[in-house]
């Protein structure tokens, strides 16, 4: 009876397991990964690991995303993915696995949290703890890069409100979750008031709903200078693609041990956790690596699932390990007591299993509930009443003046739209441009009925029919359209920026 | 007969002044200015200040800019400009004045030398002695922004081959008459392939023109990590304007004494120099301002003009000044053995006119000829070989799937314009996309004639009256297209990004 008991007990033990996809990787990969698992075995993790193959066996066999169809699938299934370090091979052609896995499974968090272990680390940062939260799949990154002109490239830049909410929403409740007080909002809105206004917009909307956790936004340009030199100022960020991808780096580096990062990539179904290095192929094999990235993004991925007390119980013991002056070699310095190899690092962080640190603060997870499969769905709001306006109409023309160009359009142009202005890289050159400005071959002309121009009260609604007539009257004589961004009010707001010097 | 000798020296002396602009700005622009233009005398520049008014008064005088008509005139005429701090006042409507000026003047280089002055301003970094040559006209700062649905917004980053010439050009030349080795480029062209690719690509060409500086490349990222954690690896930065932003306000803060900083911004035509921190209105009229960030800026432009050695006396006995304890209130300190008023300040540095420093190592700047007027003009190129082979179609829809989408689109089109794929956020989501993908409501789809798909050697060219009967088609059809972006290839070369897992 009692057996019978103690066999039911396990079995529900076994059920609570949760399958968590596992690929070594490359390079210090397979040891760094084993030594993360001996370790979360003993710690009681209750995780099934699925094994998958990535990287460069994949990209060499033919896969040039370096990843194979049956490897999709167990992420798929199991929505939890712990990832060793790899290799992509040197050549065009290969594609960054990393980018693939976030963008086509909706990865919109990457959650870096930096911390600095001095003395054992050396830094000019001791009190630096930080935790970045970048927006992980927009912004400059959608990759939508178009040459219009001999001498003009083009890249989009895309903050869309789904976006924004997501990840703004992630960073608090990350904050709240972790027992962070602050979080602290970096964009360039001062310059790109739509785009990143959108986003700070967001972001004060979503922290009335946080009254617990304190907010402030900076101008990326003296909010990076200040992450430079005061981190500890600084608690949970929150910001753009581009702007976290610097900031991120930043803090990383000022911890003085790159090699210790982990990195969470955060979806509404699925996660990545991984190290923030690389595969180190020069050291790979040795049994010299420092597993301590992947270990301690292990722990993010314990927390993720809900199981904070063994998150906790390893990050504690790996914090004693550190503090005892057991190092591996990267680490090695004044306060190492021992070098130990890789296997013999795993060793020493189960053996302090059940301790806490004792010159380090101990760590500690907050018990929730394993986060739902599905979370922080996007409700998609009621559509604004929109209306067309006008059209900025891109030319590839090198043989006018600002002045030429202009009476061209004007004697061309006789329907609804009117050529109220031309810029050239954004600055106004018509009417009533500069000389000095300097021209590129590439101009926007923009095109709204003439009582429009001021933007009044009753701006005059234009057809779509109208546009393409005038892009049918402007290729027909000839000149060389090469792009088209219609002009919009959303319920009765402006939806495009005037010109510099409008 | 010596006399008249004399009088004839005399007057060829004062021939040889070179007509300056000068703003003396508001807050503490006016004492600093006075203080800086005292000893720029006393040192012997031959310069002839002409006074405009620009900043508060004009402002709230009804320019919107804050500068006059007649300011302009003078600014054209002399070319360059000596700036004190202006403020702008709060609220809308006012712009600022330095973007004015900056995208009006044509001025493409924002230069900021940063350097520490340990122990007479407390650092964590006492060997940090950068440049930063920040390209100051395009990337996202051209101000084109549009709401193209209910959901996302959009910025174009514009990168042109002029505006990189320009600024790598200066950044060499810079280097080269400043006695620097090494110029390091900073991109991020392993994600941005066009934009920031062309950037790197007109670095690797002008590099070749001098052998004597060294060159290296940073991704953005690591490369703002490691200027952050060892400015002493870097010497002359030269980089895009968002990155240039954040860059140059790391540095400047690193340093620990953001009030030293000068800067300068340079055009074909016209250059501006003045300090980075602004007005200061809480301590104006009281005669402690630091006047040393607009007196290192008129250094700069003393060496602009041709008058290396005035420039050279003058830095050499600010930093003999420095040495000797000799601070404004701002520096107080451990080291500081007089603390002195603005007028005190300028009267020290005047009083070692002539002396080197005996801790800092003295400036030497390189005579060389007064700069021309107008210098390192952009010679534009042969056009390329233009071929049109398709367009990008962006739609604003909410109740589509990608495959519902391509049905529909599939449909409606029978030209010579296939739909080749579908993207979101710059992500393939037709043909075989992956569920797991995010959609917005803002589709780019790409048309191209059947064949060319793979962009094979002889791509099929389309008119752009093909483009005007699809957007015919589909506008009639009641699809919300917002913008289109032309597909070219330029001497056979692809002029357009692929879709994210394409």
């Not at 076994?14 to 210090?28: F, H, N, P, S």
């Not at 499974?105 to 970048?134: E, Q």
């Not at 600084?234 to 803090?251: E, Q």
Request: proline share 5%; aromatic share 8%.
């Amino acid at each position: 009876m009692q057996a019978k008991q103690h066999l039911n007990s396990e079995a529900t033990e076994q059920c609570e397991k949760v399958a968590v996809t596992v690929a070594l990787g490359d390079g210090i990969g397979p040891e760094i990964t084993r030594a993360t698992l001996d370790i979360l075995a003993a710690a009681g993790a209750r995780i099934a690991p699925e094994y998958i193959d990535i990287g460069e066996k994949l990209y060499l066999s033919g896969h040039s995303s370096g990843i194979a169809p049956d490897a999709w699938e167990s992420l798929r299934r199991n929505k939890v993915f712990l990832k060793g370090p790899v290799t992509t091979p040197a050549g065009d052609g290969y594609k960054s696995l990393n980018v693939t896995i976030r963008k086509t499974l909706g990865l919109y968090a990457n959650v870096r949290p930096c911390v600095s272990y001095a003395p054992f680390v050396a830094t000019l940062h001791p009190k630096l703890d930080i935790v970045i939260v970048r927006e992980n799949e927009e912004d400059l990154y959608a990759g939508i890069e178009h040459r219009q002109s001999d001498e003009v490239f083009q890249c989009l830049k895309l903050i869309s409100r789904p976006g924004c909410e997501k990840i703004v929403r992630y960073a608090f409740d990350y904050a709240r979750s972790h027992g962070r007080k602050k979080v602290t909002c970096m964009v360039k809105d001062n310059i790109m008031k739509m785009t990143d206004g959108l986003f700070y917009k967001v972001f004060q909307e979503i922290a009335v709903e946080y009254p617990d956790i304190a907010t402030e936004r900076y101008i990326i340009d003296i909010g990076a200078a200040r992450l430079a030199t005061q981190p500890q100022r600084f608690d949970v960020i929150v910001t753009p693609n581009l702007y976290g991808d610097i900031l991120s780096d930043i803090a990383a580096e000022m911890t003085g041990s790159v090699g210790l990062a982990p990195s969470a990539n955060i979806g509404e179904q699925i996660a990545m956790f991984e190290a923030i290095h690389g595969s180190a192929p020069d050291i790979a094999g040795q049994g010299v690596a420092n597993p301590s990235g992947l270990l301690l993004a292990a722990v993010m991925m314990l927390v993720h699932i809900g199981q904070a007390e063994v998150a906790a119980r390893v990050h504690n013991a790996w914090l004693a390990t550190l503090e005892e002056g057991i190092h591996t070699a990267d680490l090695q310095g004044e306060q190492s007591q021992q070098v130990v190899s890789t296997a013999g690092f795993a060793e020493a962080v189960i053996a302090r299993l059940g301790r806490l640190p004792q010159r380090f603060t101990p760590v500690q997870y907050q018990s929730q509930p394993r986060q739902p499969a599905v979370k922080n769905l996007y409700k998609r709001a009621t559509p604004a009443h929109k209306v067309l306006l006008g059209v900025d109409i891109f030319l590839h023309e090198r043989n006018f003046t600002p002045e030429q160009l202009a009476s061209r359009l004007l004697a061309l142009t006789k329907g609804i739209l009117h050529l109220q202005m031309i810029t050239n890289r954004g600055v106004k050159v018509w009417p009533e441009g500069f000389p000095e400005t300097f021209c590129t071959d590439h101009w926007r002309c923009r095109f709204m009925p003439a009582q429009s121009t001021q933007f009044t009260q009753l701006p005059q609604e234009v057809k779509q029919q109208d546009i393409v007539q005038l892009l049918q009257t402007l290729t027909q004589a000839g000149l060389d359209v090469m792009k088209t961004e219609n002009l919009y009010s959303f319920n009765g707001e402006r939806g495009f920026a005037l010109g510099q010097g409008q």
